[in-house]
């Protein structure tokens, strides 16, 4: 399917990305199924190279960590494709995590390591 290049486009800014420094870096990654919806923002984890699901708990130093740059669908049969922020600089408060998890001090020192900052942002 191919998009037209003369079509408008109006984006909302959504508070999601805080600033551009350090670069928001896209990358394509690899999603586990039957995960229902993950919304952008969702942070994602899981081995390096290997299918990545939402957060849950503790994250761990030895996984890969990303951010989701757009709602994805993970339906009920194989993995999916998705991209996400590999590094950048994001609204804590924007984030999506699963099972009502906060991030501790600990999983914000493993993402700044990977190059995700975190700042609070207020809503306009």
């Excluded at 984006?11 to 896209?26: C, Q, R, S």
């Excluded at 939402?54 to 993995?79: H, M, P, V």
Aim: hydrophobic share 40%.
């Amino acid at each position: 399917m191919s998009k037209r290049l003369d079509e408008s486009l109006r984006v909302e800014y959504d508070g999601l990305i805080v600033d551009n420094k350090p670069v928001a870096d896209v990358v394509s990654i690899s999603l586990a199924s039957s995960q229902g919806e993950l919304l952008r923002g969702s942070v994602v984890t899981g081995t390096p190279g290997g299918s990545l699901s939402l957060a849950k708990a503790a994250l761990d130093a030895e996984n890969a960590t990303y951010i989701l740059a757009d709602d994805t669908d993970t339906g009920t049969g194989e993995a999916v494709s998705a991209v996400a922020y590999r590094t950048g600089h994001f609204a804590r408060g924007k984030l999506v995590l699963g099972s009502e998890y906060a991030l501790t001090a600990a999983d914000e020192e493993i993402l700044r390591t990977e190059g995700i900052l975190l700042s609070d942002a207020l809503d306009y």
